[in-house]
Structure formats: structure tokens, C-alpha cells
């Protein structure tokens, strides 16, 4: 009896701290630790949990509709068309799904090499309308554990009409000879700065930050470490995380995606030396391969516009063109801020959109063609589930219009099953890689993107013509 009743009084007392552990879990999330401090965040993180339960529910009372909606679609030659379509982009999608798994599991970031083996470097940090941060960005790059002989500092202020300008005065201050700022006459474009960059500086790999990043200690010797390692190598792309990040909505959510983005997909992309695009934020590039292509570069056109968009995309592309390695280190980190608002978040991804339209039909003349030398598997596959997203998008709306309008509750209840457990591995992978708590958001982000988002790729296709930065104006800066 007495055995008994100390198991009873084991088990309670087992129950007892698994649901403080819980209630401590739901309070850190929804009410944060300090970081979350907008009193939206636990309105948005509760309507999520919401949101997916409804569509839960849904998915559990339609699904028998779901199965006749699938035959009802056989039964015509479109209908049946589109399922095959689907079908087959399905399995093409989970076999992706492997293999980037696989090869993100292969990939290995190289360590730091000592400083006699560290190259010269330029770091270019072009800025427009940014005011005290490109002061914050210089001042971190600074204080790298880089060889100071070995490093040169360029910042260029692209005809701010703010007081960058006067930041930079600041920086060159405080930081004398080890700092060279310069000023465009007038608003050029971020592409044209950092032209006017590689051209003025000396190093044997030049650097591209943006000015409204702040690097690690350890980011830049990471970030140029494969140069040293891998002759073959070009350019080199950063890990890139959320700066302003620990209050607003969005920019939580965007830290899940960029994790998801770099850590997982850059890894696996890194392993087959094929990252498609070195970031802005963040990026070395070899020399020799950016004067190989700068003339084509600085004068890039699209549909008879220049273009002033896209030029990491760009350089990434013309990088790989040369059968040069195009690699990611995921030790290499630097924060950068993001659009805390709608408008300038759907602006930034038209306008990533839009690169990624261009530079998609610049890859297509070369990737089947003996580009370099050793595998070119990676790359094709790469490019074909680029190209893939791009040729379905508007099969996909249309698709999404017409399931909205016939059956908009097992839309619903489909839509939100599909985004729980596609999502479940993102919040999965940041979790390990992260905090628990702050994983959630990728659940909020897939549905931001699912059902106020989706509109990007048609309207970047139908627009990639268009011209301009669409953000970094005064009053979005203000």
C-alpha cells in the first residue's frame, strides 16, 4: 500500500512540473522575456494557433469533399491534366526536399585559417538615406578580429538626403586612416557605389556590406577563410540574421525564414558549390572573378532598362557563369534590419522577386552547357525548382481562385493542414538551432505569405521590367 501510494505521489509530482514546464513555455511565448514587447505579439501568436485549429477542424469535416473534388477534377481532361501536373511537381518537390536535406547534412562551414593565410580584403559598404546606422555598421566592421594591415574600409554615400552623410564624417572621425569615406554627386544606385568600390580598392577579395548591418567579431576572417582553402572559389555569401528583431511582428517572423533560408537551404546549396545568391548584407567576392564580369555587370540591362536591381543576384550568377564556387559560411554572420511594416515588406520581395525573374532567364543560357568543370547536377536541379516556381505561379492563383470560389471552406481547411505541416520543419529546425518559443513564428509566416503574400511572383513577373529600389525613401527611413 505504501509503494502504491508513492508511485501515486511520484506521479503527481511529475505531472505537477511537466505543467509548470508547459505554463512557463506559453507564458515566455506569448508574453516573451523582454524581446517580445509589442502587445500585438501575443494577439497575432494566439489568432495562429486560432487559425490552425479552424482549419484543423475544417480539414477533419471536408475531407471526405477533398477526395470527390479530386475526382471531380479527373473526370475532365484539364482537371486531369493539372493532377498529373501537380502530381508530379509534388514528388519532384519531396525529392528536392531529400536532397537538400542530404546535402545540408554533408555541408561543413571551414574554419577560420590563421592570419598569414588570411587575404588582403576591401570592405565596401554603400549607403543612401541610412543616417546613424551606417555609423553603427562601420564601427562593428572596425572592431573585426581582421589583420588591420591586411584591411581596407570603403564607404560610399550614394547622394543621401538625410544626414548619412554626416555619419560617415563621424566614423572617419573616430576611426582615422583605418576608414576612407567618398560621396557620389548624386543618387546613382546602390550598384553604381559599390562599382565605384571595386574599383578603388586594393584587396585580393572585396566585401560587400550593406549599411544597415552589423558584423560579429569573427565574421569577416569566417567570411574569406574559403578563398584561402578552395582556389576554385569566387565569392562566398554570409549567414544573415534579424537586427530589430526583439519587438515587432514581422521582423520575428523574418528571423525564422532567413534561418530557414541560409542555415538550411544556403548549407545544402554550399555543398554542391552552387549558392544561387550571395546576399547584400553580406558577401565576399574573389578579384579576379568580379573584374572578370564588372564591365557586363555595371552595364546589365533588362528588356532594354538598366538594371538597378539585383546586382548580388547578378554577380552571383555571372560568378557562377565562370565555373567559379559560389559558397556560404554559415560562421560568418551578420544582422541586418528588415521592414517592420506591410508596405515595405511586400516592396522588399518585389523587388527580390523581380531580380530573381531576371536572373533566372540569365541562368537558363548557361546551366546546360558545360559551365565548369565537375558536377553540374546540383546547379540544374537548383535552377529547375527556381524556374519551376516562376512557370507555375499563375496555373497556381488561377488554381487557388477557382478552389476559393467552388469550395472555400475545404480551400480553407486544406490550405492552413498543408501550412502546419510544411511549417512544423521550419519551427523543428529553429528550434534546435535556436529557441523553442521563437519558432512559432514560422506558423505566423506561413500564413502571412500563404494568403496576403502569394501575389509577389505573378506580379514580379508581370513587372520585371520595372526600375527602382521601391524602399529606402525619407519617410519610410523617418
Known amino acids: 500500500m505504501a509503494s502504491k501510494n508513492n508511485a501515486l505521489k511520484n506521479l503527481k509530482l511529475k505531472l505537477d512540473f511537466n505543467l509548470k514546464k508547459i505554463k512557463t513555455f506559453v507564458n515566455a511565448t506569448l508574453y516573451g522575456n523582454g524581446k517580445t514587447q509589442n502587445p500585438h505579439n501575443k494577439i497575432v501568436l494566439l489568432s495562429t494557433f486560432i487559425i490552425l485549429t479552424i482549419g484543423l477542424y475544417f480539414f477533419y469535416v471536408f475531407h471526405n469533399d477533398l477526395e470527390q473534388f479530386n475526382v471531380d477534377r479527373r473526370s475532365s481532361t484539364i482537371g486531369l491534366t493539372f493532377v498529373i501536373i501537380s502530381t508530379l511537381l509534388f514528388i519532384y518537390k519531396v525529392f528536392l526536399f531529400i536532397y537538400t536535406a542530404y546535402n545540408f547534412y554533408k555541408y561543413k562551414a571551414i574554419e577560420s585559417v590563421s592570419d598569414n593565410e588570411l587575404p588582403t580584403c576591401t570592405v565596401i559598404v554603400p549607403a543612401y538615406n541610412e543616417g546613424k546606422q551606417v555609423y553603427d555598421t562601420l564601427m562593428s566592421l572596425a572592431q573585426s578580429n581582421y589583420p588591420i594591415e591586411k584591411l581596407q574600409l570603403l564607404s560610399i554615400d550614394d547622394g543621401s538626403k538625410d544626414d548619412t552623410w554626416d555619419w560617415m564624417q ?262 534546435y538551432r535556436y529557441e523553442l518559443k521563437e519558432s512559432i513564428w514560422a506558423y505566423s509566416y506561413s500564413i502571412l505569405y500563404t494568403f496576403a503574400l502569394f501575389w509577389i511572383t505573378p506580379y514580379a513577373i508581370a513587372t520585371a521590367n520595372k526600375r527602382g529600389w521601391l524602399t529606402r525613401g525619407l519617410a519610410e527611413k523617418n
Open 170 to 431: 563621424k566614423a572617419k572621425e573616430t576611426l582615422g586612416d583605418r576608414v576612407e569615406i567618398f560621396q557620389q554627386p548624386e543618387n546613382k544606385g546602390k550598384r553604381h557605389a559599390l562599382y565605384r568600390g571595386f574599383n578603388l580598392g586594393s584587396g585580393e577579395i572585396f566585401i560587400t556590406v550593406d549599411s544597415d548591418s552589423i558584423v560579429t567579431e569573427d565574421t569577416l576572417r569566417n567570411l574569406v577563410s574559403p578563398f584561402s582553402k578552395d582556389e576554385k572559389c569566387g565569392a562566398v555569401a554570409g549567414n544573415i540574421r534579424v537586427l530589430n528583431n526583439k519587438k515587432e511582428i514581422l521582423p520575428k517572423m523574418l528571423d525564422v525564414s532567413f534561418v530557414m533560408s541560409f542555415e538550411f537551404v544556403r548549407s545544402a546549396e554550399s555543398n554542391l558549390n552552387s549558392v544561387l545568391c550571395t546576399p547584400g548584407a553580406l558577401a565576399a567576392y574573389r578579384r579576379s572573378a568580379v573584374f572578370n564580369c564588372l564591365p557586363e555587370w555595371i552595364n546589365q540591362t533588362f528588356m532594354g532598362q538598366p538594371s538597378d536591381i539585383g546586382e548580388d543576384r547578378a554577380m552571383t550568377n555571372m560568378i557562377l557563369k565562370q565555373g567559379q564556387h559560389v559558397l556560404f559560411q554559415k560562421n560568418a554572420v551578420a544582422y541586418t534590419n528588415v521592414p517592420e511594416k506591410y508596405p515595405g515588406l511586400y516592396k522588399m520581395f518585389i523587388r527580390w522577386a523581380r531580380s530573381n525573374v531576371r536572373e533566372n532567364l540569365a541562368m537558363a543560357k548557361y546551366v546546360f552547357t558545360d559551365f565548369r568543370e565537375g558536377s553540374k547536377l546540383g546547379s540544374r536541379l537548383l535552377f529547375i525548382s527556381q524556374f519551376l516556381r516562376i512557370v507555375m505561379s499563375y496555373p497556381f492563383v488561377i488554381f487557388m481562385l477557382f478552389f476559393v470560389l467552388t469550395h472555400p471552406l475545404l480551400f480553407l481547411g486544406s490550405t492552413l493542414m498543408s501550412i502546419l505541416v510544411a511549417s512544423s520543419f521550419a519551427v523543428a529546425f529553429y528550434a
